[in-house]
């Protein structure tokens, strides 16, 4: 107890490190497979739901996108 009252930890939870590791290994380039296998997950819906996409991913896979697509022009 503390000062009198039970005291209640409102922080990060073990599905945010989850979240992160399932990410970084994602962007660092690790298949899913073996993402999959480290984090533990059974199925792909599970996977996604951890496998957060922020802007930046988005922005890169449309820069991708852009180059193949300059190249195709030629």
């Not at 107890?1 to 599905?15: D, F, N």
């Not at 945010?16 to 480290?38: L, P, W």
């Not at 819906?45 to 988005?58: E, L, M, N």
């Amino acid at each position: 107890m503390y000062g009198g009252q039970w005291y209640q930890y409102k922080g990060l939870t073990p599905h945010d490190f989850r979240r992160s590791a399932v990410r970084n290994m994602t962007q660092a380039g690790v298949s899913q497979a073996e993402a999959m296998s480290i984090s533990g997950d059974k199925t792909d819906a599970i996977f996604r739901r951890y496998d957060i996409v922020d802007v930046s991913r988005k922005r890169a896979a449309m820069d991708k996108v852009g180059a193949f697509a300059a190249r195709q022009v030629r």
